[in-house]
């Protein structure tokens, strides 16, 4: 919903983006800026708290197609005619008071910019009838269109950083917003890196007796030391000897907060080779993942003296194959 302070923001400055910056670029954009002055990187740090509280809120506007062009519009408004109704007597009932209280009385006396185009097209109406909702304005009273209803309060952004357990199983999670309030907020199972969870009616109260707005929050997710995610699967890199990877081996693979499973290697497996653990991945409600073991076949850095003449002789009797024969061929074409 659109804010008057949005007259005094520049958002795109503040992530330091052009106005025709797309969505990807404004993803990464805000990426880099929230690494760098994310409360956790700066503890104890106001100014990179309030500089990261300020990078959100331009973010939460700039990635929503619908606020963005509200935004852009109201921007386009700010820096020179004044509007007036027609027939409005010096502004007295005239499309100002209309607008000063929609945005709480600030806008008589202050100027924006504003060219009818023949035949109304393009006209205030058009503007922000797209910033409040197609319909927003309704029987023509007085010179101007006045405002059919009253008006949603505004979105707030909010922030929160999870560790990958929490992000992956999903859990309930306390959460300060900028105002000083505690609310709850539900983190559903397999919520990603990025994604934005949205609370209905828990932003800021309405001006005039509608509904209010919602607080949108952005979801980090810190990374696991074992684990990573792939879709609804996990993968995992699991270390085998070169012995295990030859003749075949049972072996033990972690899963992400439960007991190790245990799964058989094929003799003869190389690195890389996938082994799939049905089922122990990501469950959510659109599906279940599965946990995706991947052979690292380790090379022992130190071997002793019999050890290195028992490999040796394994040497002199296995297939004289060079096993790069094929690679070279297809590199001549």
Do not use: C
């Not at 209803?149 to 999870?162: C, I, K, L, Q």
């Amino acid at each position: 919903m659109a804010s008057q302070d949005w007259f005094d923001k520049d958002f795109y400055k503040v992530l330091g983006v052009k106005k025709d910056v797309t969505q990807a670029e404004l993803k990464k954009a805000y990426r880099k800026l929230a690494r760098q002055y994310h409360p956790d990187s700066n503890p104890g740090n106001d100014a990179a708290e309030a500089r990261f509280k300020e990078i959100s809120e331009a973010n939460s506007v700039l990635s929503d197609p619908e606020q963005r062009k509200e935004y852009d519009a109201v921007r386009a408004m700010g820096g020179g005619a004044r509007f007036t109704a027609p027939g409005s007597g010096g502004g007295n009932g005239g499309f100002e008071d209309v607008f000063g209280n929609m945005f709480g009385g600030g806008a008589r006396g202050q100027s924006y910019t504003y060219q009818q185009s023949p035949g109304g097209a393009g006209g205030y109406e058009d503007i922000l009838g797209g910033m409040f909702g197609q319909g927003g304005f309704g029987q023509t009273t007085g010179g101007y269109r006045g405002y059919g209803g009253p008006t949603p309060g505004r979105d707030v952004a909010a922030h929160t950083t999870v560790d990958f357990l929490t992000a992956t199983k999903g859990d309930t999670i306390s959460l300060q917003t900028s105002e000083g309030r505690t609310i709850k907020v539900k983190i559903p199972a397999g919520v990603a890196d990025g994604q934005k969870i949205r609370l209905r009616g828990k932003g800021q109260p309405s001006q005039d007796g509608g509904p209010a707005g919602d607080i949108v929050v952005t979801v980090s997710v810190r990374k696991h030391p074992v684990f990573e995610r792939d879709g609804l699967n996990l993968r995992v890199n699991v270390p085998v000897t070169f012995v295990e990877a030859t003749l075949g081996a049972t072996i033990e693979v972690p899963t992400l907060g439960g007991d190790p499973v245990k799964l058989r290697v094929a003799p003869g497996t190389p690195s890389g080779r996938v082994l799939r653990v049905k089922g122990r991945g990501v469950v959510t409600t659109k599906g279940t993942g599965d946990l995706l073991a991947v052979v690292q076949v380790v090379v022992p850095a130190h071997l002793g003296a019999e050890a290195k003449e028992a490999l040796e002789k394994f040497h002199e009797l296995e297939p004289k194959e060079n096993p790069r024969d094929e690679l070279l061929a297809r590199a001549r074409g």
